[in-house]
């Protein structure tokens, strides 16, 4: 048996492991997800990004061309996730980089349906993210205080809770408490500080994962719930996350996601330890 061959990523320090399996044939289970994604054991990753043509994945949606490329997307617990905006950087980083595609437009497929990419060559890409819907307000708790947030539907689920209390000072190592009867299958909460009139400061706890340096959906979340407060359909806001810096549009069509991604190794899995963490 040859050995598996990856590529690690990271958008705003949201980091990946990239899978090539262009036929899918990779049998990717969750013990082999967690097993890759854990910083001792494995490579270390808040997701895998499985590389596969959308024919091969039986929950593509049919909006998603077939014969394109689908980013099959798992957290680090080995759920499978519907989006990732930072996610989506990389995997069209990647596809730029392995000659699948060209650089400038590139169509990513998700789970939440196909993704427009612009690629450009200093390593900054644009992504559609289609429309962030505010559907109503909810609450977090950590800590014991209470925080009212927001709901924002990305393609998944988000907590987006303004407040004045400093983000930086938050113990955000355990899940903030929610509403389960709102968000049955989990959600992404964020906090999120007003800066000034165009910038926002955020940090996340993710589901599945745990607090990440970046969410691409996250900040997208947090900018359609910051407009929202204020009343507005669309706007642009820089928004600053513990591992860089992302601008994102929301317009009366959908949103967009600017910011970089970084491929930073290539290798091979060994054989042995693939057939050894589904153990």
Not at 16 to 45: Q, S
Not at 132 to 159: I, K, Q
Not at 168 to 192: C, R
Not at 267 to 279: K, Y
């Amino acid at each position: 048996m040859r050995g598996v061959e990856f590529v690690k990523g990271h958008g705003t320090e949201n980091d990946f492991v990239v899978l090539p399996d262009p036929e899918g044939v990779l049998e990717l289970t969750d013990r082999r997800v967690r097993a890759l994604c854990d910083r001792r054991r494995g490579l270390g990753a808040d997701g895998v990004l499985r590389v596969v043509r959308a024919a091969h994945v039986e929950d593509a949606p049919s909006t998603v061309d077939p014969s394109g490329w689908f980013m099959d997307y798992r957290n680090a617990d080995g759920s499978v996730v519907e989006m990732c905006g930072n996610g989506v950087r990389v995997f069209a980083t990647y596809l730029v980089s392995a000659g699948l595609a060209e650089a400038g437009e590139v169509v990513v497929g998700t789970r939440s349906g196909p993704r427009p990419t612009r690629v450009r060559a200093d390593g900054v890409v644009t992504v559609g993210m289609g429309p962030a819907t505010v559907t109503g307000r909810s609450t977090a708790n950590l800590g014991g205080t209470s925080f009212p947030g927001f709901a924002v539907d990305v393609g998944n689920p988000h907590l987006a809770c303004l407040t004045d209390f400093p983000v930086d000072e938050f113990d955000l190592t355990t899940q903030p408490a929610y509403d389960t009867s709102v968000f049955p299958k989990g959600v992404n909460v964020e906090l999120v500080n007003t800066v000034d009139a165009g910038t926002l400061r955020m940090r996340v706890h993710e589901r599945g994962v745990g607090e990440t340096r970046s969410c691409g959906t996250g900040t997208v979340a947090v900018v359609a719930a910051a407009l929202h407060a204020e009343g507005q359909r669309a706007g642009r806001r820089t928004v600053h996350v513990p591992g860089g810096t992302v601008q994102v549009e929301i317009t009366e069509d959908g949103s967009t996601l600017t910011g970089p991604a970084v491929l930073v190794a290539r290798g091979e899995l060994d054989a042995d330890w693939w057939a050894a963490a589904d153990r």
